[in-house]
């Protein structure tokens, strides 16, 4: 099993890259480091909407480091679902096999050593805070009820902050940076290094 990991601020296109690889390599599975927010249930709703999501603390990160190292020996694993409406784990969990190519994705996941020594390639979208922005408030209002206020207010408090912090200098770990995954010359260079990453595993 290959692992790719895809990294990138809030709103990059990650997710959009990753549907891409998926279309385009039949048979990869997906792992959201999103899903593994800590739960909070002894939280009120205002509580919990409170918390600092854009921190690495905000994560159980060890449960993925868990699940990755269980995939890497054979073993099935069983995801969390988190909802994001709510700010707490849904209860329900994915059933995610061992595949021949698995993706790993999200903004923090180049933060700690142990995670990227289990990713055997890893690619940073790097996209300007503007165009991050705009796509944070038509995803949050759609997807996730929120309001342009709440939207704006958790990006000034958090999101901003805690990607200068955290999420820009996990940059240097990337082994490829792309700017925009629909440009065929990202596109290309992404292909190119799945496929090679394939033929080194056999």
Request: with cysteine; proline share 4%.
């Amino acid at each position: 099993m290959r692992i790719i990991g895809i990294a990138g601020g809030s709103g990059s296109g990650k997710s959009t890259l990753t549907e891409r690889i998926r279309r385009a390599f039949p048979g990869t599975a997906v792992l959201y480091h999103d899903n593994y927010y800590r739960n909070h249930p002894g939280l009120s709703a205002a509580g919990r909407a409170e918390l600092n999501y854009d921190h690495p603390d905000a994560l159980e990160t060890e449960l993925l480091i868990e699940h990755l190292r269980a995939l890497k020996r054979g073993e099935n694993v069983r995801c969390p679902v988190y909802d994001f409406s709510t700010h707490s784990r849904s209860g329900k969990d994915i059933l995610v096999e061992p595949p021949h190519l698995l993706i790993v994705e999200g903004i923090l996941l180049f933060h700690w050593p142990e995670l990227r020594e289990l990713l055997d390639w890893r690619i940073f979208v790097d996209v300007d805070a503007d165009i991050r922005l705009l796509r944070r408030i038509l995803r949050d209002t759609a997807e996730r009820g929120r309001t342009v206020a709440d939207i704006a207010a958790q990006y000034l408090a958090t999101v901003r902050p805690m990607h200068l912090q955290f999420v820009e200098p996990t940059r240097q770990y990337a082994d490829l940076v792309v700017h925009n995954c629909l440009d065929e010359e990202d596109w290309n260079a992404v292909k190119a290094g799945i496929e090679a990453l394939a033929e080194a595993g056999h």
